[in-house]
Protein backbone atom coordinates (compact mmCIF):
# COMPACT_ATOMS: atom_id res chain seq x y z
CA UNK A 1 0.00 0.00 0.00
CA UNK A 2 1.51 3.26 -1.06
CA UNK A 3 0.09 6.94 0.32
CA UNK A 4 0.90 9.64 -2.35
CA UNK A 5 0.70 13.06 -1.01
CA UNK A 6 -0.25 16.13 -3.47
CA UNK A 7 0.42 19.67 -2.87
CA UNK A 8 -2.55 21.65 -4.10
CA UNK A 9 -1.45 25.34 -5.72
CA UNK A 10 1.03 25.32 -8.62
CA UNK A 11 0.32 21.08 -8.82
CA UNK A 12 -2.73 20.25 -9.06
CA UNK A 13 -4.65 23.77 -9.44
CA UNK A 14 -3.26 27.45 -11.01
CA UNK A 15 -5.00 30.64 -10.15
CA UNK A 16 -7.02 32.05 -13.17
CA UNK A 17 -9.36 34.71 -10.90
CA UNK A 18 -9.43 38.69 -11.15
CA UNK A 19 -7.91 38.29 -7.64
CA UNK A 20 -4.27 38.18 -7.02
CA UNK A 21 -2.71 35.96 -4.87
CA UNK A 22 -1.79 38.88 -2.04
CA UNK A 23 -5.66 40.01 -1.77
CA UNK A 24 -7.08 36.66 0.12
CA UNK A 25 -4.38 37.89 2.81
CA UNK A 26 -5.02 41.65 2.47
CA UNK A 27 -8.39 40.99 3.31
CA UNK A 28 -7.84 38.56 6.10
CA UNK A 29 -5.35 40.37 7.57
CA UNK A 30 -7.96 44.01 7.08
CA UNK A 31 -10.86 41.81 9.39
CA UNK A 32 -9.00 39.92 12.07
CA UNK A 33 -6.44 42.22 12.72
CA UNK A 34 -6.79 45.92 11.27
CA UNK A 35 -4.89 46.50 9.14
CA UNK A 36 -2.75 45.18 5.81
CA UNK A 37 1.02 44.78 6.20
CA UNK A 38 3.40 44.82 3.81
CA UNK A 39 5.17 41.51 2.64
CA UNK A 40 7.65 40.19 0.02
CA UNK A 41 5.04 36.99 -1.81
CA UNK A 42 8.34 35.44 -2.72
CA UNK A 43 9.76 34.64 0.63
CA UNK A 44 6.66 32.27 1.69
CA UNK A 45 5.62 30.82 -1.43
CA UNK A 46 5.21 27.02 0.10
CA UNK A 47 5.17 27.99 3.33
CA UNK A 48 2.37 27.09 5.56
CA UNK A 49 -0.44 29.20 6.63
CA UNK A 50 0.39 29.88 10.13
CA UNK A 51 3.75 30.11 9.79
CA UNK A 52 3.57 32.62 6.95
CA UNK A 53 0.88 35.15 8.78
CA UNK A 54 2.85 34.83 12.13
CA UNK A 55 6.17 35.43 10.35
CA UNK A 56 4.53 38.80 8.58
CA UNK A 57 2.55 39.86 11.34
CA UNK A 58 5.61 39.75 13.95
CA UNK A 59 7.28 41.90 11.58
CA UNK A 60 4.66 44.64 12.10
CA UNK A 61 5.09 44.27 15.90
CA UNK A 62 2.31 41.91 16.64
CA UNK A 63 2.70 39.87 19.77
CA UNK A 64 2.10 35.79 19.35
CA UNK A 65 -1.02 36.14 21.89
CA UNK A 66 -3.03 38.59 19.94
CA UNK A 67 -2.18 36.76 16.63
CA UNK A 68 -3.10 33.34 18.10
CA UNK A 69 -6.33 35.21 19.45
CA UNK A 70 -7.49 35.88 16.11
CA UNK A 71 -6.20 33.66 13.55
CA UNK A 72 -9.80 31.81 13.37
CA UNK A 73 -11.14 34.96 12.51
CA UNK A 74 -8.36 35.03 10.00
CA UNK A 75 -9.12 32.18 7.88
CA UNK A 76 -12.65 32.47 8.18
CA UNK A 77 -12.40 36.08 6.11
CA UNK A 78 -9.92 34.39 3.66
CA UNK A 79 -12.49 31.60 3.42
CA UNK A 80 -14.95 33.88 2.93
CA UNK A 81 -13.16 35.93 0.47
CA UNK A 82 -12.70 33.20 -1.98
CA UNK A 83 -16.84 32.59 -1.60
CA UNK A 84 -17.41 35.97 -2.40
CA UNK A 85 -15.04 35.73 -5.11
CA UNK A 86 -16.12 32.43 -7.02
CA UNK A 87 -19.69 33.67 -7.66
CA UNK A 88 -18.29 36.01 -10.08
CA UNK A 89 -16.25 32.89 -11.81
CA UNK A 90 -13.31 30.67 -11.47
CA UNK A 91 -11.00 31.31 -8.65
CA UNK A 92 -8.66 28.17 -9.69
CA UNK A 93 -8.52 25.99 -12.87
CA UNK A 94 -6.91 22.11 -12.28
CA UNK A 95 -3.69 21.45 -13.98
CA UNK A 96 -5.32 18.50 -16.36
CA UNK A 97 -2.49 16.21 -16.12
CA UNK A 98 -2.77 16.56 -12.63
CA UNK A 99 -6.44 15.79 -12.35
CA UNK A 100 -5.62 12.58 -14.93
CA UNK A 101 -3.10 11.13 -12.54
CA UNK A 102 -5.47 11.91 -9.45
CA UNK A 103 -8.47 9.96 -11.70
CA UNK A 104 -6.39 6.66 -12.25
CA UNK A 105 -5.00 6.47 -9.17
CA UNK A 106 -7.80 6.89 -7.34
CA UNK A 107 -8.92 3.58 -9.01
CA UNK A 108 -6.22 1.86 -7.60
CA UNK A 109 -6.96 -0.32 -4.55
CA UNK A 110 -3.40 -0.55 -3.43
CA UNK A 111 -3.08 3.42 -2.91
CA UNK A 112 -4.44 5.69 -0.90
CA UNK A 113 -4.75 9.70 -1.80
CA UNK A 114 -4.06 12.34 0.61
CA UNK A 115 -3.21 16.01 0.65
CA UNK A 116 0.03 17.82 1.81
CA UNK A 117 -0.15 21.64 2.01
CA UNK A 118 0.32 25.00 3.38
CA UNK A 119 -3.06 26.25 3.08
CA UNK A 120 -5.22 26.21 6.40
CA UNK A 121 -7.55 22.97 6.17
CA UNK A 122 -10.99 25.33 5.28
CA UNK A 123 -9.27 26.96 2.69
CA UNK A 124 -7.93 23.60 0.98
CA UNK A 125 -10.99 21.97 1.33
CA UNK A 126 -12.77 24.95 -0.35
CA UNK A 127 -9.92 24.88 -2.76
CA UNK A 128 -10.41 20.95 -4.17
CA UNK A 129 -14.34 21.48 -4.15
CA UNK A 130 -14.09 24.33 -6.36
CA UNK A 131 -12.38 22.67 -8.62
CA UNK A 132 -14.19 19.28 -8.17
CA UNK A 133 -11.23 17.63 -6.58
CA UNK A 134 -12.19 16.58 -3.31
CA UNK A 135 -13.56 13.57 -3.27
CA UNK A 136 -10.66 11.78 -4.35
CA UNK A 137 -8.80 12.40 -1.01
CA UNK A 138 -9.40 10.59 1.80
CA UNK A 139 -6.42 12.03 4.33
CA UNK A 140 -5.12 15.37 4.32
CA UNK A 141 -2.25 17.50 6.60
CA UNK A 142 -2.37 21.37 6.48
CA UNK A 143 -0.76 24.66 7.36
CA UNK A 144 -2.73 25.45 10.10
CA UNK A 145 -1.58 22.62 12.12
CA UNK A 146 2.53 22.85 12.02
CA UNK A 147 4.52 25.86 12.22
CA UNK A 148 6.34 24.52 9.00
CA UNK A 149 6.19 22.17 5.88
CA UNK A 150 9.04 19.48 7.76
CA UNK A 151 6.91 19.51 10.78
CA UNK A 152 3.96 18.92 9.40
CA UNK A 153 5.32 15.99 7.00
CA UNK A 154 6.94 14.28 10.05
CA UNK A 155 2.79 14.43 11.17
CA UNK A 156 2.02 11.93 8.23
CA UNK A 157 2.71 8.60 9.17
CA UNK A 158 0.98 9.08 12.78
CA UNK A 159 -1.68 10.52 11.48
CA UNK A 160 -2.43 7.78 8.93
CA UNK A 161 -2.13 5.45 11.51
CA UNK A 162 -4.94 7.11 13.52
CA UNK A 163 -7.08 8.37 10.61
CA UNK A 164 -7.34 5.79 8.47
CA UNK A 165 -5.67 2.85 10.74
CA UNK A 166 -2.55 2.13 7.80
CA UNK A 167 0.78 1.91 8.94
CA UNK A 168 2.96 3.28 6.01
CA UNK A 169 7.20 2.93 5.79
CA UNK A 170 8.55 6.24 4.31
CA UNK A 171 9.68 4.53 1.56
CA UNK A 172 5.70 3.92 0.28
CA UNK A 173 5.04 7.40 0.64
CA UNK A 174 5.31 9.39 -1.92
CA UNK A 175 5.19 13.55 -1.78
CA UNK A 176 4.19 15.39 -4.91
CA UNK A 177 4.77 19.35 -5.24
CA UNK A 178 5.75 21.82 -7.25
CA UNK A 179 8.12 23.97 -4.49
CA UNK A 180 11.51 23.45 -2.91
CA UNK A 181 9.16 23.04 0.04
CA UNK A 182 7.47 20.38 -1.45
CA UNK A 183 10.86 18.39 -1.66
CA UNK A 184 12.65 18.71 1.90
CA UNK A 185 9.62 18.08 3.51
CA UNK A 186 8.97 14.38 1.90
CA UNK A 187 13.46 14.36 2.22
CA UNK A 188 12.80 14.93 6.11
CA UNK A 189 10.21 11.86 6.60
CA UNK A 190 12.72 9.59 4.01
CA UNK A 191 9.40 9.57 1.30
CA UNK A 192 9.51 9.47 -2.76
CA UNK A 193 9.92 12.82 -3.63
CA UNK A 194 8.08 13.83 -6.94
CA UNK A 195 9.00 17.54 -8.11
CA UNK A 196 6.97 19.26 -11.28
CA UNK A 197 7.89 22.95 -12.76
CA UNK A 198 4.00 24.23 -13.34
CA UNK A 199 4.08 25.87 -10.27
CA UNK A 200 4.94 29.65 -10.44
CA UNK A 201 7.86 29.71 -8.43
CA UNK A 202 8.62 25.84 -9.81
CA UNK A 203 11.92 26.54 -11.57
CA UNK A 204 14.01 23.60 -13.15
CA UNK A 205 16.82 24.70 -11.72
CA UNK A 206 15.98 25.72 -8.36
CA UNK A 207 14.28 22.52 -8.07
CA UNK A 208 16.80 20.42 -9.45
CA UNK A 209 19.05 21.61 -6.56
CA UNK A 210 16.93 19.97 -4.37
CA UNK A 211 17.58 16.53 -5.80
CA UNK A 212 14.32 15.44 -5.86
CA UNK A 213 14.16 11.45 -6.76
CA UNK A 214 12.18 12.48 -10.30
CA UNK A 215 11.75 15.76 -11.73
CA UNK A 216 9.25 16.38 -14.08
CA UNK A 217 7.22 19.31 -16.16
CA UNK A 218 4.44 17.69 -16.25
CA UNK A 219 2.56 14.67 -13.98
CA UNK A 220 1.64 12.87 -17.33
CA UNK A 221 5.81 12.22 -17.58
CA UNK A 222 6.74 8.42 -18.09
CA UNK A 223 9.19 8.70 -15.29
CA UNK A 224 5.89 9.37 -12.77
CA UNK A 225 3.69 7.01 -14.52
CA UNK A 226 6.41 4.42 -14.50
CA UNK A 227 6.76 5.45 -10.62
CA UNK A 228 3.36 3.70 -10.10
CA UNK A 229 3.37 0.84 -13.03
CA UNK A 230 1.01 2.98 -14.97
CA UNK A 231 1.81 3.92 -18.92
CA UNK A 232 0.23 6.73 -21.06
CA UNK A 233 -3.76 6.60 -21.40
Known amino acids: MKLVLFDIDGTLIYHVGSHTWQDQYVH ?22 MQVAWAILKDHGMTRTEFEKHYPRYIHAMHEYLKAGSK ?40 LDHVGLSRYFTFGLYGDAANSRIELAKGAIEKAKKQLKMKFAPADIIVIGDTVHDIRCGKA ?45
Not at 94 to 115: C, T
Not at 190 to 195: D, I, R
Not at 196 to 201: A, C, E, I, L, S
Request: no cysteine; glycine share 8%; aromatic share 10%.
Open 88 to 127: KGPLFQIIEPARDLVVRLHRRDDIVLGILTGNAERIANWK
Open 28 to 49: GFQMAYGFAPTWDERKYNGNVE
Open 189 to 233: IGAVTVAVTTGMHGFWDVLKAENPDILVESLADPQVLSLFSMHSS
